[in-house]
């Protein structure tokens, strides 16, 4: 029997909470399967091993982590510690070394879930963006001069590569590929930015031509917005920068109904080190330690990290027992305007595994 092991890293928040119901959850599939094993290992990585470390997570953090088959995260993120401290001490401090190059976040309206938009239904807004997920915006390169003085200059440099250009949007036109509807969108801001995002449209038409059998275009990122509450039916896939698409990602999970709910899995598609499957959420002190955080998200990306280790049928068993919880009103959390637990969401996640055939 196939045994996985899984790097469980709660973070902050309700992170904590929301990987030990994933967790829970995780057993109980594969008590139902029988055909494979899940082993977890926890690591207390994030905000309160930072006031006693001085770090985010231990020097040979990485090392410990590098031959698990997938990494489940809750989140990073805590009052006391400057944003930039927890994203880069942990969670891209995990991403970029391990290159995690594409971060995809399917968005679909769940049964029983209502989206902000009230004209919409679910099959009108069923998407996966793609986000690259290793430099652009987010490169890490720039630099701060003269701090506190009348002359102080800071430069945050969105750095791309033709590689790096290149890998993503193969793996976004192969995704695109493979659903049903075969529809790409390149969002870009190559109008006003004259040289990364101009290099970025000119690789799209390259690869495209891979792929003649998908049917793409570009949208403006400004633009892009107003197309995904106007006309969600126009869109399917969608392959954007490191910086767009967070921000189109978190609209993207409103549409949806809550941010409680989305997915995301960062993914090294070449498999040479372990992927990291977490909710798109932050840590949410507001909420913590209330037991009401919605689990659905980290549930969701629980399934993809099924998908990805290849327990097809387990990933499908668990997108069915979530649908079945979420088309049921009584079982919403408040974000979802219910009064429901993470524990009675959890528990009833499980009965509806253990009941599914
Ligand atoms: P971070 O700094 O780590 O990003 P945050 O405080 O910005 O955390 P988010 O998690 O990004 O908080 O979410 C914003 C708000 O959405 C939270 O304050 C919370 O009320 C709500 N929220 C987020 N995730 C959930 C969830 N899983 N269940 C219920 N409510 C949630
Ligand atoms: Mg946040």
Not at 89 to 94: H, K, Q, S, T, V
Not at 145 to 155: M, R, S, Y
Not at 220 to 244: F, G, Q, Y
Request: negative net charge.
């Amino acid at each position: 029997m196939k045994t996985y092991r899984i790097a469980a890293i709660p973070g902050d928040g309700i992170g904590t909470e929301v990987v030990s119901a994933g967790v829970e959850v995780l057993e109980a599939l594969a008590a139902r399967d029988g055909g494979f094993a899940m082993a977890f290992d926890h690591f207390d990585w994030g905000g309160e091993y930072y006031k006693k470390h001085g770090r985010m997570m231990p020097e040979d953090g990485r090392e410990q982590i590098r031959r698990h088959d997938a990494i489940l995260f809750g989140s990073a993120g805590h009052p006391d510690i400057p944003d930039h401290i927890t994203l880069w001490g942990l969670r891209l401090a995990i991403c970029q070394p391990f290159d995690q190059y594409a971060n995809v976040r399917p968005t679909r309206i769940l049964p029983g879930i209502t989206s902000p938009l009230r004209h919409v239904t679910g099959p009108e807004l069923d998407w996966v963006i793609v986000r690259e997920n290793s430099e652009g915006e987010y490169a890490g390169v720039g630099g701060r001069v003269h701090q506190g003085l009348p002359i102080e200059a800071a430069t945050d440099v969105s750095m791309m590569t033709r590689a790096g250009v290149t890998r993503i949007m193969r793996f976004a036109f192969r995704l695109a590929q493979s659903r049903p509807r075969k529809l790409l969108t390149v969002v870009t801001k190559s109008n006003a930015q004259r040289y990364a995002m101009v290099m970025w449209d000119e690789i799209a038409v390259e690869v495209a031509k891979e792929f003649p059998d998908v049917t793409w275009d570009k949208a403006i990122v400004d633009a892009m917005t107003m197309r995904m509450t106007l006309k969600p039916e126009s869109i399917d896939t969608v392959v954007a920068t490191n910086l767009h698409a967070d921000i189109l990602s978190d609209l993207a999970a409103a549409l949806a109904g809550s941010l409680g709910i989305a997915p995301t899995a960062n993914l090294n598609p070449e498999r040479e080190f372990p992927s990291m499957f977490e909710p798109i959420h932050g840590s949410a002190f507001d909420i913590m330690g209330k037991g009401i955080a919605n689990p659905i998200g980290t549930f969701w990306s629980s399934a993809m990290m099924l998908d990805h280790l290849g327990a097809f049928g387990a990933a499908a068993r668990l997108m069915r027992a979530i649908e079945r919880v979420t088309a049921d009103a009584s079982l919403h959390t408040p974000d979802l305007g219910g009064q429901a637990t993470t524990r009675k969401v959890t528990d009833a996640v499980i009965a509806a595994i253990r009941a599914d055939n």
